[in-house]
């Protein structure tokens, strides 16, 4: 089966994909082709659609070179109102020229074209770059990720109609672009839109994704993105002892806060916005919860209003001697309890009152106790067990993500092993091990009305769980890459997910669709939070921070760079004011978040995302030398941080 065969061997491969039998048939007897060769037809895609495309041309290795600089030198001389946009055709232009020179065996000039070209690209694809450059030979093209993530799926460009008749009129003219011609028609999606050509800032707002921008199709699906209507809770005056902390409060559960108070009352019962309250079925409140959020509202009515006049307050949390073995932090709702995991494979709860945790009795002990009683959670605690801080032992690798439920009685944990664990903070036992993901987990968070969660992890999915379920509810899969973070929109009706492919995502939960697709991060996103209103989400990365509209996917505001190293904490004040941002260049910011969105909600949808000046940092807070691994505002608006002294540098 010499070379001289693989046309036929795609021609035939293709009569195979599209099931034409008869026609197979007759066309392996003409070219007497035994079994043995028939059973190894397994070209890749991109194999296939080269070879089946003008033959003669793409096996000329100089061809390419030639081509490339004149799509390059057309683009350079093209008027600016075109030229940022035709620009993002150049990156996946050159990758696929790299793959087809692997593909037919010219090596040597696939590396000169790579070390020629490779350096202009933009420097986000550096990382990438290096990644496929590993592929020195046809047959590594199907193990390297990255390679066949470009060979199966199309890359996605945005141009103005305008500029598109200025690329089809270069490609019409020049003989040398039947390269460039096969590679538009067979990797590249050109999405075509109406109106001017878009200007440099804007072009750059939306690109940096691994496939290219989103296709206008993909950002169309109605989201709702209106908070839920919350029940009618009686707030009862504040009993005396409520002031007072007894020592008995750790054993009833905390509940969640309502995310409104005497200010946010007065807003029309119905968001137009809003999903119907029966649209998943949430848990029901028990009357313990009730008593718990009327707490919290209470709690609420003594808030303090932030705003660029008056900041929070911020308590930092440092451990000490945890250097490079605390992994991540949480801190519940009522933030009473700190959870911290180590890369040792241990959690560690603290108090951060003066009431202790205390331990359950005996098996024994628990045989008297009266199961009907209504204090029986309190009945169950032994006197004098008591202790600041409890160790959950568990998992067989590092902790990556902790999380508190709503209601303070149950914790999660996601770690290295691949294992999702439930833990009780009423018998300091685990409860449940979720198994479902085949690598490590990063990201697991709770929904904000308790009884579902969500994980994401190596293997390229987040999954949806409920507690008493041990099978995901739903498995989101489409990202290219690892999904390293993940988060339940305010309403429990959606989740978003940040990935290694530098998009961020937004899943429905009731089907298990992408509702959305957002590009604009040039880097890994660490860590997302939704705004107290549903419709923002802001995203962080490598030191960029991005505000997303969910009505629409696009970019609302590209925050200025001013963290000089990733982003690892994001939290929203308790009245949406302010958004607090904690890196691991062991800084803290406050951004003025009213600000922010009153800028972008008088803009049209799409328009220019406004790089924001620095007048939006509120004030900037530095620790000694301890990087960022949480940040949660209590109730009362209260800003607290925790981080990890790594000593003095």
């Given at each position: 089966?010499?070379?001289?065969?693989?046309p036929?061997?795609?021609?035939?491969?293709?009569?195979r994909?599209?099931?034409?039998?008869?026609?197979?048939?007759?066309?392996?007897?003409?070219?007497?082709?035994?079994?043995?060769?028939?059973?190894?037809?397994?070209?890749?895609?991109?194999?296939l659609?080269?070879?089946?495309?003008?033959?003669h041309?793409?096996?000329?290795?100089?061809?390419?070179?030639?081509?490339?600089?004149?799509?390059?030198?057309?683009?350079?001389?093209?008027?600016?109102?075109?030229?940022?946009?035709?620009?993002?055709?150049?990156?996946?232009?050159?990758?696929?020229?790299?793959?087809?020179?692997?593909?037919?065996?010219?090596?040597?000039?696939?590396v000169?074209?790579?070390?020629?070209?490779?350096?202009?690209q933009?420097?986000?694809?550096?990382?990438?770059?290096?990644?496929?450059?590993?592929?020195?030979?046809?047959?590594?093209?199907?193990g390297?990720?990255?390679?066949?993530?470009?060979?199966?799926?199309?890359?996605?460009?945005?141009?103005?109609?305008?500029?598109?008749?200025?690329l089809?009129?270069?490609?019409?003219?020049?003989?040398?672009?039947?390269?460039?011609?096969?590679?538009?028609?067979?990797?590249?999606?050109?999405?075509?839109?109406?109106?001017?050509?878009?200007?440099?800032?804007?072009?750059?707002?939306t690109?940096?994704?691994?496939?290219?921008?989103?296709?206008?199709?993909?950002?169309?699906?109605?989201?709702?993105?209106?908070?839920?209507?919350?029940?009618?809770?009686?707030?009862?005056?504040?009993?005396?002892?409520?002031?007072?902390?007894?020592?008995?409060?750790?054993?009833?559960?905390?509940?969640?806060?309502?995310?409104?108070?005497?200010?946010?009352?007065?807003?029309?019962?119905?968001?137009?916005?809003?999903?119907?309250?029966?649209?998943?079925?949430?848990?029901?409140?028990?009357?313990?919860?009730?008593?718990?959020?009327?707490?919290?509202?209470?709690?609420?009515?003594?808030?303090?209003?932030l705003?660029?006049?008056?900041?929070?307050?911020?308590?930092?949390?440092?451990?000490?001697?945890?250097?490079?073995?605390?992994?991540?932090?949480?801190?519940?709702?009522?933030?009473?309890?700190?959870?911290?995991?180590?890369?040792?494979?241990?959690?560690?709860?603290?108090?951060?009152?003066?009431?202790?945790?205390?331990?359950?009795?005996?098996?024994?002990?628990?045989l008297?106790?009266?199961r009907?009683?209504?204090?029986?959670?309190?009945?169950?605690?032994?006197e004098?067990?008591?202790?600041?801080?409890?160790t959950?032992?568990?998992?067989?690798?590092?902790?990556?993500?902790?999380?508190?439920?709503?209601?303070?009685?149950?914790?999660?944990?996601?770690?290295?092993?691949?294992?999702?664990?439930?833990w009780?903070?009423?018998?300091?036992?685990?409860?449940?091990?979720?198994?479902?993901?085949?690598?490590?987990?990063?990201?697991?968070?709770?929904?904000?009305?308790?009884?579902?969660?969500?994980?994401?992890?190596?293997?390229?999915?987040?999954?949806?769980?409920?507690?008493?379920?041990?099978?995901?509810l739903?498995?989101?899969?489409?990202?290219l890459?690892?999904?390293?973070?993940?988060?339940?929109?305010?309403?429990?009706?959606?989740?978003?997910?940040?990935?290694?492919?530098?998009?961020?995502?937004?899943?429905?939960?009731?089907?298990?669709?992408?509702?959305?697709?957002?590009?604009?991060?040039?880097?890994?996103?660490f860590?997302l939070?939704?705004?107290?209103?549903?419709?923002?989400?802001?995203?962080?990365?490598?030191?960029?921070?991005?505000?997303?509209?969910?009505?629409?996917?696009?970019?609302?505001?590209?925050?200025?760079?001013?963290?000089?190293?990733?982003?690892?904490?994001?939290?929203?004040s308790?009245?949406?004011?302010?958004?607090?941002?904690?890196?691991?260049?062991?800084?803290i910011?406050?951004?003025?978040f009213?600000?922010?969105?009153e800028?972008?909600?008088?803009?049209?949808?799409?328009?220019?995302?406004?790089?924001k000046?620095?007048?939006?940092?509120?004030?900037?807070?530095?620790?000694?030398?301890?990087?960022?691994?949480?940040?949660?505002?209590?109730?009362?608006?209260l800003?607290?941080?925790?981080?990890?002294?790594e000593?003095?540098?």
């Amino acid at each position: 089966m010499g070379d001289k065969n693989t046309p036929l061997l795609a021609v035939l491969q293709l009569l195979r994909k599209y099931n034409l039998k008869g026609t197979e048939d007759i066309l392996r007897k003409e070219a007497s082709l035994g079994d043995v060769e028939y059973e190894n037809l397994d070209l890749p895609e991109v194999e296939l659609a080269s070879i089946l495309t003008a033959h003669h041309t793409e096996s000329d290795p100089y061809s390419y070179e030639f081509a490339y600089d004149n799509l390059k030198k057309f683009i350079e001389t093209s008027l600016d109102i075109y030229k940022h946009e035709l620009s993002t055709l150049l990156y996946p232009v050159f990758v696929h020229m790299y793959l087809l020179l692997i593909l037919y065996d010219h090596n040597e000039h696939a590396v000169n074209f790579l070390e020629k070209f490779g350096q202009e690209q933009e420097d986000y694809c550096q990382e990438d770059l290096k990644r496929l450059s590993i592929v020195k030979h046809k047959d590594q093209i199907k193990g390297n990720e990255l390679a066949e993530i470009y060979s199966t799926n199309k890359f996605v460009v945005q141009l103005s109609r305008d500029a598109s008749s200025q690329l089809k009129r270069f490609l019409h003219e020049q003989k040398s672009s039947t390269v460039i011609i096969n590679i538009i028609n067979n990797h590249i999606q050109v999405e075509v839109h109406d109106g001017p050509g878009r200007t440099q800032a804007q072009v750059r707002a939306t690109t940096g994704g691994m496939l290219g921008e989103a296709t206008r199709n993909e950002n169309r699906t109605k989201v709702y993105y209106g908070l839920l209507k919350e029940p009618d809770i009686q707030v009862l005056p504040a009993p005396v002892e409520d002031e007072e902390e007894v020592e008995e409060t750790p054993d009833k559960p905390k509940k969640k806060k309502a995310k409104k108070d005497n200010i946010f009352m007065k807003k029309p019962k119905s968001d137009p916005n809003a999903p119907p309250n029966d649209r998943i079925p949430l848990p029901e409140l028990k009357e313990t919860d009730k008593i718990e959020k009327g707490k919290a509202l209470r709690e609420a009515s003594k808030r303090i209003q932030l705003g660029p006049d008056s900041l929070p307050s911020i308590c930092f949390y440092t451990l000490l001697n945890s250097g490079h073995t605390a992994i991540c932090t949480d801190i519940c709702d009522d933030s009473t309890l700190l959870a911290v995991g180590f890369s040792n494979s241990n959690i560690k709860v603290w108090t951060l009152t003066p009431v202790k945790l205390r331990g359950m009795k005996s098996a024994e002990k628990l045989l008297d106790i009266d199961r009907e009683a209504g204090d029986v959670l309190v009945r169950m605690m032994e006197e004098k067990d008591r202790d600041t801080c409890r160790t959950l032992y568990g998992h067989s690798g590092s902790v990556y993500k902790v999380a508190f439920d709503p209601f303070k009685t149950l914790l999660l944990s996601c770690s290295e092993d691949s294992t999702v664990r439930l833990w009780s903070l009423q018998c300091w036992t685990c409860l449940v091990v979720y198994r479902g993901h085949v690598w490590p987990v990063w990201d697991v968070r709770w929904s904000p009305h308790g009884h579902y969660f969500v994980s994401s992890g190596h293997d390229r999915t987040a999954r949806l769980w409920a507690t008493d379920h041990h099978q995901p509810l739903r498995i989101f899969s489409g990202h290219l890459s690892d999904v390293d973070c993940v988060q339940f929109h305010p309403n429990s009706n959606y989740v978003a997910t940040g990935s290694s492919d530098r998009t961020v995502r937004l899943w429905d939960c009731l089907t298990g669709t992408q509702v959305r697709i957002m590009t604009g991060h040039k880097s890994t996103i660490f860590t997302l939070a939704f705004s107290v209103c549903g419709r923002w989400l802001a995203s962080g990365g490598s030191g960029e921070l991005i505000v997303f509209d969910i009505s629409n996917g696009s970019p609302a505001a590209i925050l200025p760079p001013l963290h000089t190293a990733p982003i690892h904490a994001l939290a929203f004040s308790r009245d949406g004011t302010i958004l607090s941002s904690g890196s691991l260049d062991c800084n803290i910011k406050l951004w003025d978040f009213t600000a922010i969105t009153e800028e972008a909600n008088g803009e049209e949808p799409g328009a220019n995302p406004i790089q924001k000046e620095e007048k939006f940092l509120l004030r900037s807070f530095a620790t000694k030398n301890s990087p960022i691994k949480g940040l949660h505002f209590t109730r009362r608006n209260l800003l607290l941080a925790v981080g990890s002294y790594e000593g003095s540098a």
